[in-house]
């Protein structure tokens, strides 16, 4: 039989009740479709698959919005610098030679 560390040893525990609390909420996600009648439960999850779909699409465009507005916000910081250093030469005297 194979020696554990105590490192080892200690993340079982762990692991093993982690493993334990999935299988408990699998086990009630299964229950609440299992007391519908069958269709009813088909009907039921393609509702929420399509809901989720819905809401992933609305999330996918708000991070595109998101992104062009960083554009956006890094195309302008760049314009204002622009004029910036080019207001701030035209009021500068010129070099002595």
Not at 10 to 35: F, K, M, T
Not at 68 to 93: F, M, N, T
């Amino acid at each position: 039989m194979p020696e554990t560390t105590e490192s080892e040893s200690q993340a079982q525990p762990e692991s093993s009740v982690i493993n334990e609390l999935c299988d408990a909420l699998r086990y009630v996600g299964d229950v609440s479709y299992a007391i519908l009648p069958e269709d009813l439960a088909h009907n039921l999850a393609d509702l929420k698959k399509s809901f989720l779909s819905t809401m992933r699409a609305l999330i996918d465009k708000d991070i595109d919005w998101v992104d062009a507005r960083v554009a956006g916000g890094d195309r302008l910081r760049q314009e204002w610098q622009e004029k910036w250093h080019c207001d701030k030469s035209e009021g500068a005297p010129e070099p002595i030679n």
